[in-house]
């Protein structure tokens, strides 16, 4: 099978570089052995963890995702998904990287809206400030508002994750020139953080020009979540290739695709 060459520059996250752009999340499986075979068929190299939701070592009588999940194949991700106020999310980060023996990157959101799950604008900057200062390494979900991102970026966050529809919805991409307008400014990786819903989704986050996207229900809540997660990975890669290719420019009518001249009458 001929290979087709191109170039591409890997993720770079926090200084270290990633094959993968797909990132998963690890809650709303079945079992743990089904988040074991969906990770792995995703492809994924980032693994993101809800630390107020799942045992990564704090409860040692019960299963550990980490043994599902081990952190000398993945880099895992701890978050602060639950959390509605800096403080909590703060004390969340503390406590993961206590429990990963020093780990510094950590996934940042702190919601203003239960029946929405947006993000608390301003809860997410004090937070991101303070987390900052204690030397972590901060990956941010927020708004598709320029202006916050760009706030974020100058602050010191390693990634801005603009939410493409509420979590969990599976509406896909809702704001796409929003996260265009994004990408074009900002110098960090910009991810795609919720919303995806299938395959053509991702695609989509991807030809836009995102650094990568993350997703959990996407895959967990599909009827065969490993196949699904095989799904993400093709389309992760289709979307960055139509991308570096760029697509076609679009035109209000028809362009033949064979030329008229020299036609035979």
Same mark, same amino acid.
């Given at each position: 099978m001929t290979q087709i060459a191109f170039d591409d520059t890997p993720l770079v996250i926090a200084g270290k570089a990633y094959r993968s752009r797909l990132l998963v999340g690890s809650g709303k499986y079945r079992d743990l052995e089904e988040t074991r075979l969906a990770t792995e068929a995703s492809g994924a190299e980032i693994v993101t963890v809800a630390?107020?939701?799942?045992?990564? /070592?704090?409860?040692?009588?019960?299963?550990?995702? %980490?043994?599902?999940?081990?952190?000398?194949?993945?880099?895992? %991700?701890?978050?602060? +998904? /639950? &959390?509605?106020?800096?403080?909590?999310?703060?004390?969340? &980060?503390?406590? +993961?990287?206590?429990?990963?023996? /020093?780990?510094? %990157?950590?996934?940042?959101?702190v919601l203003g809206d239960e029946k929405t799950l947006f993000p608390d604008v301003r809860q997410t900057l004090k937070a991101a400030e303070i987390l900052i200062k204690d030397g972590f390494k901060v990956m941010v979900y927020t708004t598709d508002d320029l202006i916050i991102a760009r706030e974020l970026e100058a602050m010191g966050c390693v990634a801005v994750m603009p939410l493409a529809a509420p979590i969990g919805s599976g509406l896909g991409i809702r704001n796409p020139y929003n996260i265009q307008f994004i990408i074009e400014e900002l110098k960090v990786p910009v991810l795609v953080d919720a919303g995806v819903g299938t395959a053509s989704d991702a695609a989509v986050a991807m030809e836009l020009g995102c650094a990568g996207v993350l997703m959990n229900t996407a895959i967990a809540a599909a009827r065969n979540p490993v196949l699904m997660a095989s799904a993400m990975k093709k389309a992760i890669e289709a979307g960055r290739e139509a991308f570096l290719a760029g697509r076609m420019p679009r035109r209000r009518y028809a362009s033949a695709s064979s030329p008229l001249e020299g036609a035979i009458a």
């Open positions: 630390v107020r939701r799942s045992n990564i /070592g704090q409860n040692p009588d019960e299963p550990n995702l %980490l043994d599902a999940l081990p952190p000398n194949k993945y880099t895992i %991700l701890p978050n602060t +998904a /639950g &959390c509605y106020t800096a403080e909590d999310a703060v004390r969340t &980060c503390r406590l +993961a990287r206590e429990l990963l023996d /020093g780990h510094d %990157l950590v996934k940042l959101e």
